[in-house]
């Protein structure tokens, strides 16, 4: 869902300037603002009236870390990081894999 909706934004409100880290990602798209947050061990999606849990049962959200990037004058960019666990045991233990992603505004 991000890498679909962040190139929509018209304001990236957080974090909010170059070099900035966070843990939550907060823009604005068409008049409304949306936040991806980590709650617990859950990745949720608000867009100021209901918040929509994106992680599915059996996993668990962790280390949901958001940075901006660009230069001054030019279009924002986010970078994102996560960790997403299984909470199913598999044979060879627990399965766990990091994500990164980078997505920019048009």
Same mark, same amino acid.
Request: proline share 5%; charged share 10%.
């Given at each position: 869902k991000i890498k679909n909706m962040? *190139?929509? @934004?018209?304001?990236?409100?957080? *974090? @909010?300037?170059?070099?900035?880290s966070g843990t939550t990602l907060?823009?604005?798209?068409n008049?409304?603002?949306y936040s991806y947050f !980590?709650?617990?061990v859950n !990745?949720? !999606?608000?867009?100021?009236?209901?918040s929509e849990k994106l992680n599915s049962y059996g996993t668990e959200v962790s280390n949901f870390n958001t940075t901006r990037l660009g230069n001054a004058g030019g279009k924002p960019a986010i970078s994102i990081t996560y960790k997403i666990k299984s909470?199913?045991?598999q044979p060879k233990g627990y399965e766990e894999?990091?994500?990164n992603l980078t997505a920019g505004t048009r």
């Open positions: 962040l *190139p929509q @934004a018209t304001v990236i409100s957080s *974090p @909010a300037n170059i070099g900035e907060s823009f604005t798209t008049g409304i603002n !980590l709650s617990g !990745l949720y !999606l608000n867009d100021g009236i209901t909470t199913i045991i894999r990091t994500f």
